[in-house]
């Protein structure tokens, strides 16, 4: 009887349980695909990779920029590197051989070391607030007249290092110029070039071929003329003939080294300064001469300075 009733109620609960749990088997998690079908998907996707692999390199797709022409082609902040009010513009490549078109809020453009060869009038015509410029280090032999005149407020110039025979008119509020190491002769340098720029403090001229020194305003403090050709220099250069009480407290440096002029020559022309410029100065050889005094009783050489 017991076995009877373990026959009719234990084996068909087995058979149940089994199904169930091979129903859950052939599930994955809810929405995912069967096993035969994730066979079918891993089969189909190592093939579809090796078919893509096997693809020779001129059929893949090339997602990188096409750089042609100078980098006049292109816009400036994508070669040059612009932040709040600044462009840095520096050894640019490819080639920069002319000033970018500046963003309407640019106050300091750094274009230093590249192949600009000309500064025109429109280059700068409408950023009106430029404040500083350095284009140091380029390949600048020409600039047109007007091509600063537009700046109300720049106040420093950096044309260093470049090819320039003349100077283009320069805004008069300036506070500090430098065109070291250029081509300039005297020609080149209008007589009064600096006498309405009331605000310059430094200026530098060093490394030209200038024959005479420029007019030069009163506020400057700091002057460089060295390695030029200048020659001579008089009672006006720096100070004033008709005026003997003149003096120029704020010139507290100028070099005039490796220029032919000996200053030395020259000694009321540096009367209104309180220090020398540095340059070449004739050293006087001094000579002795004796003649005996007596004082007190005892004989001393009396000594008397001469120059040669």
Not at 262 to 289: A, E, H, N, W
Request: hydrophobic share 40%.
């Amino acid at each position: 009887m017991k076995a009877l009733l373990f026959t009719c109620v234990l084996v068909p609960w087995l058979v149940a349980a089994s199904a169930r749990s091979s129903d859950q088997d052939s599930q994955l998690i809810p929405g995912s695909l069967s096993g035969r079908e994730l066979n079918g998907y891993f089969s189909d996707n190592l093939k579809s990779r090796r078919a893509r692999r096997a693809l020779p390199l001129a059929d893949e797709a090339d997602d990188s920029p096409i750089v042609e022409g100078d980098g006049t082609d292109l816009p400036t902040c994508l070669l040059c590197v612009c932040l709040t009010g600044s462009v840095y513009c520096e050894e640019v490549s490819p080639d920069m051989t002319m000033v970018p078109a500046l963003p309407k809020e640019t106050a300091y453009l750094y274009g230093r070391f590249n192949k600009i060869k000309k500064i025109r009038t429109k280059d700068f015509a409408d950023i009106v607030t430029l404040k500083r410029i350095d284009l140091t280090g380029n390949l600048i032999s020409e600039i047109e007249d007007g091509a600063f005149s537009k700046l109300p407020l720049l106040e420093e110039l950096s044309l260093a290092e470049n090819r320039l025979v003349k100077l283009p008119m320069l805004p008069a509020k300036l506070s500090v110029f430098n065109a070291n190491n250029n081509n300039l002769k005297t020609k080149g340098v209008k007589v009064n070039a600096f006498k309405k720029m009331t605000k310059l403090v430094n200026l530098f001229l060093a490394d030209n071929q200038l024959e005479a020194v420029p007019y030069i305003p009163e506020s400057v403090r700091i002057l460089h003329l060295q390695n030029n050709n200048i020659t001579e220099v008089n009672i006006n250069t720096f100070c004033r003939s008709n005026d003997t009480y003149y003096l120029r407290p704020i010139l507290s440096e100028v070099r005039m080294d490796g220029n032919p002029v000996m200053l030395s020559k020259y000694p009321d022309s540096f009367t209104c300064m309180k220090v020398l410029p540095i340059g070449r100065y004739r050293l006087r050889r001094q000579k002795l001469y004796c003649s005996p005094f007596v004082a007190d009783g005892a004989v001393f050489p009396q000594q008397s300075a001469g120059g040669v």
